[in-house]
């Protein structure tokens, strides 16, 4: 059968009323609810994002964690346009181009002290797949082939390779493949507990304990079994789940004590969301390995990467030097425009003051959002950096449609919340005003009232 017309959707300009939704297979999205509820952007500049149907939204997740310079920006215009005209694409392997050399170069300086080799993959799901590897790759080297098993956290999110769901704490993500995710891991629990931190702001102090059971799966299984155990500094898509004081210490001591390495899934923690360059500066725990993704280039060019301990290097360049050392890579690693313009985001975090000011914000939104605390049906509040949450008591026996019913009315009153399952999520872009912080926090009382 010969492909139905495409209609007008080749041009950017298109009409969005004659685009046919029919072709498109969304990823994570009710298919058959959005085609009757479409809700397509057509502009994004600034803060804002307008639909189709003509109306403006506050972008309040910065895309989905991705852009925390705003939309548009004048200089990543330029930088794209640039780029495209210098050097659109190289090979990637046994030749390079500068711009993913300097970008490397100018990541390890962002840095913890010592995580200075950078290896770039196209999006965090690769980010962790080949942290994973490189975990288990290290280990091999050293002579210890038989530290394979990881170590991951329920709730915890890294994206969707199989790598990924198999560390991986979603049920949903992992249900349909349950045969097939890697054998060899074990999950943490996840550490929220309602009854224990409801409504803290920042982290809760209940809770480091539940690293000890690290230590559990560990006599269960003997370290000289085990790779690795990655979590998110603080679990961004499951909600914004703050690490416990001391959890993230006491993670990285049982694993020093061990030999694990210890990895963090930087994607939405990397570059600026908590007010520090990392989470793992913001914490004050230094992993072996950190993935990033996202905000590197603030979305623009999809990019992501893995920051590698200069020892874990070192490991790998063994060998005759003509030999490649680590099997592994992308078509488009350290793609040049992807790097052109991760330059420009970082020198643009840098020269504007844009980490320090999501710094400076994060009182702000945090002072915003618990003030909803007595609102009805809020069940907790929770904040990280320049990011906080709203969890929903769901609706009987329909969980996730009263955020979806939140969402969708947000949009006509002017903000773009996310909804994951019953929590509302928002994480603005790094410019964003007391004012726009403000009119998030109204719109939620408002609908919480009625919704
Ligand atoms: C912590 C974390 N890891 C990995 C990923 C996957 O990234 P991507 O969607 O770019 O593959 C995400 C995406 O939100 C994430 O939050």
Not at 240 to 247: A, D, Q, R, S
Not at 267 to 272: D, P, Y
Request: glycine share 10%; proline share 6%; hydrophobic share 40%.
């Amino acid at each position: 059968m010969a492909p139905a017309s495409t209609s007008a959707g080749a041009s950017p300009t298109a009409s969005p009323t004659t685009t046919s939704l029919d072709h498109y297979w969304m990823p994570f999205t009710a298919n058959r609810y959005f085609k009757t509820h479409p809700k397509l952007v057509t502009k994004a500049e600034g803060s804002y994002v307008t639909f189709a149907d003509g109306r403006k939204a506050f972008d309040c997740l910065s895309g989905l964690w991705c852009s925390p310079l705003g939309h548009a920006h004048p200089k990543l215009v330029e930088t794209v346009k640039r780029q495209a005209e210098t050097v659109d694409f190289c090979a990637p392997f046994q030749i390079a181009n500068p711009w993913a050399h300097q970008l490397a170069g100018k990541i390890a300086g962002m840095a913890p002290a010592g995580m200075n080799r950078v290896f770039f993959t196209n999006s965090g799901s690769e980010a962790v797949d080949t942290a994973l590897k490189i975990a288990m790759a290290y280990h091999r080297l050293r002579g210890e082939a038989g530290r394979t098993r990881f170590i991951g956290r329920e709730r915890g999110y890294h994206g969707v390779g199989f790598g990924g769901i198999s560390v991986g704490g979603l049920g949903p993500n992992r249900k349909m493949f349950s045969p097939l995710t890697l054998p060899g891991v074990d999950h943490l629990p996840h550490t929220h507990n309602l009854k224990e931190m409801a409504f803290t702001r920042g982290q809760p102090t209940w809770g480091a304990h539940l690293a000890d059971e690290l230590e559990r799966i560990v006599a269960l299984h003997d370290a000289s079994n085990i790779a690795a155990v990655i979590v998110e500094p603080f679990a961004g898509s499951t909600g914004i789940l703050v690490p416990p004081v001391g959890y993230l210490q006491r993670l990285r001591e049982i694993c020093t004590k061990h030999g694990i390495l210890l990895i963090f899934d930087e994607v939405i923690s990397g570059f600026g969301r908590l007010g520090s360059n990392f989470g793992a500066q913001h914490y004050g725990v230094t992993p072996d390995l950190m993935t990033f993704a996202k905000q590197v280039t603030n979305g623009v060019i999809p990019m992501g990467g893995v920051i590698a301990k200069q020892e874990i290097y070192d490991t790998f360049m063994t060998g005759p030097e003509h030999a490649i050392e680590f099997s592994h890579g992308y078509t488009y690693s350290g793609h040049p425009m992807a790097a052109a313009v991760g330059l420009t985001v970082l020198d643009l975090m840098q020269q504007d003051g844009l980490i320090q000011r999501a710094a400076e914000m994060a009182p702000v939104i945090e002072d915003a959002f618990h003030s909803l605390k007595g609102e009805p049906g809020i069940l907790d509040i929770r904040n990280a950096g320049l990011s906080a949450a709203v969890e929903l008591e769901p609706i009987a026996g329909k969980p996730g449609l009263r955020a979806l019913n939140l969402f969708e009315a947000a949009i006509d009153e002017g903000q773009l919340f996310r909804a994951a399952g019953d929590t509302l999520a928002v994480a603005p872009p790094y410019l964003v005003s007391k004012d726009e912080i403000g009119r998030m926090v109204d719109t939620i009382r408002k609908l919480v009232r009625k919704c």
